[in-house]
């Protein structure tokens, strides 16, 4: 059908359209969720196949689907306590809809997308690659000729998108027979990461390195153990990071990540770490990152830890989730993450391996990255999930290698 075939291109030109305009993700994403579900309504229509809304409704009745539905709950029951409705509003308005177009696609797009599909998206990920590198290597000369703004943090998120796709890709080209198009897509996915100036990239292509290994080399309840723990830790030490690392770091490591702003991350994180310990079990409402140094829980602080708020959000979506929606949003986060888990531990080996990858590498960048609720973000985790699930639905039936 054109409309899935139309939507499938969308989904392929995700990493070219972050590439180009940076935050243009959940546009594409949702263009491809409305492509594939106007395709599916299209098909119920004359008959064929079952109702797409009823088949998107499925997994909201499984634990995994209640437990998403919980944390979006507790994000909107919060607004009964955020000082700023507005901007609670406008914050959910961005992710909401983004995650909604991620979960359709996610849904209707694996058993629908054409057999060119895959190469097309691969080949597609490899000139984003090769384009940026490029550009970064001629001092962002393309993007002075197009008008566009020369910074180098330009390629940050288009290269954390990658980072988040490039694993699913390869898997699918390996289950097809491609092992050596497959390893060329993640060198060259790489070499992209480790050519810019993205820390939170390169630390997620070595956390989603290792947890493949796990994956692959582990049995699958030790696999599931390890990221299990993982994810734990991510949560239970959000809310000290900066006091461990205000300890722990020397004046040296300082020195070395000059570029990163590490003195400066250190300090936002003690900031709202003691935002939290102002407001622990219900949090200063959703979305509240923004004017964080005025909430209530703020208030209390010294002045240049005030100060220190004024940022926007902790660059630790963890603890972002700890100081907008406190220990129950905690919970409710962890147990998604953890249910998550529970799921791809169906999934056949290489599969289950690359799910743990993303999941590495997606908790890696969380802990030290952008805002919990961006939408570019949310966009390439959906698209990440969508191909791994494209790649289970097309495996051959006696695969499990």
């Known amino acids: ?30 263009l491809a969720a409305l492509l594939f579900l106007a395709g599916s309504l299209a098909e119920r229509g004359e008959g064929r196949g079952a109702s797409p809304l009823r088949f998107l409704a499925g997994p909201l009745s499984t634990p995994l689907g209640l437990a998403v539905l919980a944390f979006l709950g507790w994000s909107v029951a919060s607004l009964a306590w955020s000082p700023f409705p507005v901007l609670w509003g406008r914050v959910l308005t961005e992710f909401l809809p983004t995650l909604a177009s991620a979960f359709i696609l996610a849904r209707l797009a694996p058993a629908r997308l054409p057999g060119w599909a895959l190469p097309l998206a691969a080949i597609l990920l490899a000139a984003s690659c090769l384009y940026m590198a490029g550009s970064l290597a001629l001092a962002l000369a393309p993007q ?14 288009p290269l954390l998108t990658v980072l988040l796709l490039a694993g699913p890709l390869a898997a699918f080209l390996a289950l097809r027979g491609s092992r050596i198009l497959a390893l060329a897509l993640l060198a060259v996915a790489a070499f992209a990461i480790l050519r810019s ?131 129950v949003g905690a919970v409710l986060g962890a147990l998604v993450g953890f249910l998550a888990l529970r799921a791809a531990a169906a999934l056949p080996r290489l599969l289950f391996a690359t799910a743990l990858g993303v999941f590495g590498a997606m908790v890696a960048v969380m802990f030290v990255e952008h805002g919990a609720w961006q939408g570019w973000w949310t966009a390439g985790c959906g698209a990440a999930i969508t191909w791994l699930r494209a790649a289970w639905a097309a495996r051959p039936a006696q695969d499990n290698a």
Request: hydrophobic share 60%; charged share 10%.
């Open 1 to 30: 059908m054109r409309l899935h075939a139309a939507g499938a291109v969308a989904l392929a030109l995700v990493a070219p359209a972050m590439a180009l305009a940076n935050r243009s993700s959940p546009l594409v994403v949702g």
């Open 144 to 157: 002075i000729w197009l008008g566009q703004r020369a910074a180098l943090f330009l390629f940050n998120r």
């Open 197 to 327: 100036i993205s820390g939170a990239a390169a630390l997620g292509l070595l956390a989603g390195c290792a947890m493949f290994a796990v994956g692959r080399l582990l049995p699958r309840p030790a696999a599931l153990a390890v990221a299990a723990l993982v994810l734990a830790l991510a949560f239970i030490l959000a809310p000290v990071e900066g006091d461990i690392l205000h300890r722990a770091m020397p004046e040296a490591a300082h020195e070395r990540l000059t570029q990163s702003s590490s003195r400066a991350r250190v300090a936002i994180a003690q900031s709202f770490g003691a935002a939290v310990a102002q407001a622990p079990w219900i949090g200063s409402g959703y979305g509240m990152s923004a004017r964080f140094a005025e909430v209530p829980a703020a208030q209390v602080l010294e002045p240049e830890m005030r100060a220190m708020l004024a940022v926007g959000h902790p660059h630790n979506s963890f603890l972002q989730i700890w100081a907008e929606l406190g220990l």
